[in-house]
């Protein structure tokens, strides 16, 4: 079955330590609406840390428990806030994830993962990547332009959290475009 999702995606828990909110409704939307678009890409990173020497790519390590490889936006610091705020694993996600989307200003699809679960993700147009740890379990914090990401662990809050633009079928996730 076939999901339309629009600005806001399902989340998942997972353990960044940034804070974000979202609410029940974040995890359902209506049919054909405008969301960020994620393009499949082999390694997000790769494309990104290969233009390390253009000064709009930024990487920095970042406290909190917030390891930043990627931010051409700038990002970091606000993120960093949101992980270390939050005491309970689900609001925790969603919290990394709304936190991400508004401070990337709502033009770029946001995921976040735990990384100790299996996955598969093809994004395009990586604007930053970070990593959080929440009570031990590591986290991957990606904002995008469009892609596609499979989740091959357990579905749950959690475990991940999305939001953007995409269409859902179970747990493969197409991002497009605003």
């Known amino acids: 079955m076939k999901i ?4 806001i995606g399902s989340c998942l828990a997972l353990s960044l330590t940034i804070p974000f909110t979202a609410s029940a409704s974040a995890a359902s939307q209506s049919e054909h609406a405008n969301a960020p678009q994620v393009a499949p890409v082999a390694n997000p990173l790769e494309s990104k840390l290969s233009q390390k020497a253009d000064s709009n790519v930024k990487a920095a390590g970042v406290d909190a428990g917030l390891n930043v490889d990627v931010d051409v936006l700038g990002i970091s610091d606000r993120i960093a806030e949101a992980v270390k705020s939050n005491q309970n694993r689900t ?9 991400t989307f508004y401070a990337s200003g709502q ?18 147009g990586v604007q930053f990547y970070g990593s959080a740890v929440y009570d031990g379990i590591t986290y991957g914090i990606w904002v995008f332009e469009d892609g596609s990401f499979d989740n091959k662990g357990d579905g749950g809050w959690i475990n991940w959290a999305f939001r953007g633009w995409f269409d859902r079928d179970n747990q493969h996730i197409e991002f497009h475009r605003p």
Do not use: I
């Open 4 to 7: 339309a999702r629009t600005a």
């Open 91 to 99: 609001g925790w996600v969603k919290n990394v994830m709304e936190t």
């Open 107 to 124: 033009k770029y699809n946001v995921m976040v993962f735990n990384l100790n679960q299996e996955y598969e993700d093809r994004f395009n």
